[in-house]
């Protein structure tokens, strides 16, 4: 077992994330400043922690802040980057704010982790950063082709991401990760449904 930080675990995504570690053992911290996440998705965080015999530990920063960053990883071997402004709409009326959050903060996060000598980071992304692509299903190797400022940051955060020189002569891995959006019957069934914006129609 090992010691997880998901950023934005109060998220969606990042809540079910940490419900899965921590029931089958794996020790958790989450770094969330809950301007998107929500704090009533871990309510339930404790007990999901004493099921599975593993530790939980909250830690309310935002990943613009490096220091908050460099915090939350000391000590732990693996990262899920979840913590973003997810939103469209949002990216286009205030793109500096996405971009200072999705590009910077991945960047603080990325640093932070390099520094901690963590093993792994799995980032999210965004089918957004290939554009109005009517190819189904999204893959990796499609080109990007971003219309708004969120896909455009997804793209930036990639190759921040997967840039070598970065982690030069680093061990770490760094994978990224688009999970598809569920559909309004799956969101139906779940203990923590993400917001309405956030479904396919």
């Not at 922690?49 to 593993?54: E, I, L, M, S, V």
């Amino acid at each position: 077992m090992g010691v997880y930080l998901v950023t934005g675990g109060g998220g969606f995504i990042g809540s079910n994330l940490v419900e899965a570690l921590l029931t089958r053992g794996d020790d958790v911290r989450v770094l969330d400043n809950f301007s998107t996440g929500r704090r009533v998705n871990l309510e339930n965080a404790p007990r999901w922690a004493r099921d599975g015999g593993a530790r939980f530990e909250l830690i309310e920063g935002d990943i613009r802040d490096l220091d908050a960053c460099r915090a939350a990883v000391r000590g732990c071997d693996f990262v899920l980057h979840q913590a973003a402004i997810p939103s469209v709409q949002r990216s286009v009326q205030d793109p500096v704010t996405t971009n200072d959050v999705n590009v910077g903060g991945t960047l603080h996060v990325l640093s932070a982790a390099r520094e901690a000598g963590v093993k792994r980071i799995v980032a999210a992304s965004s089918s957004s950063l290939y554009g109005e692509s009517e190819v189904l299903p999204k893959v990796e190797t499609m080109p990007p082709a971003p219309i708004s400022p969120y896909g455009a940051g997804a793209s930036a955060s990639l190759a921040k991401t997967a840039s070598s020189p970065f982690f030069e002569n680093r061990p770490m891995r760094w994978p990224t990760r688009k999970p598809p959006k569920p559909s309004p019957a799956q969101v139906a069934g779940l203990a923590r449904p993400p917001p309405p914006s956030y479904t396919t129609p």
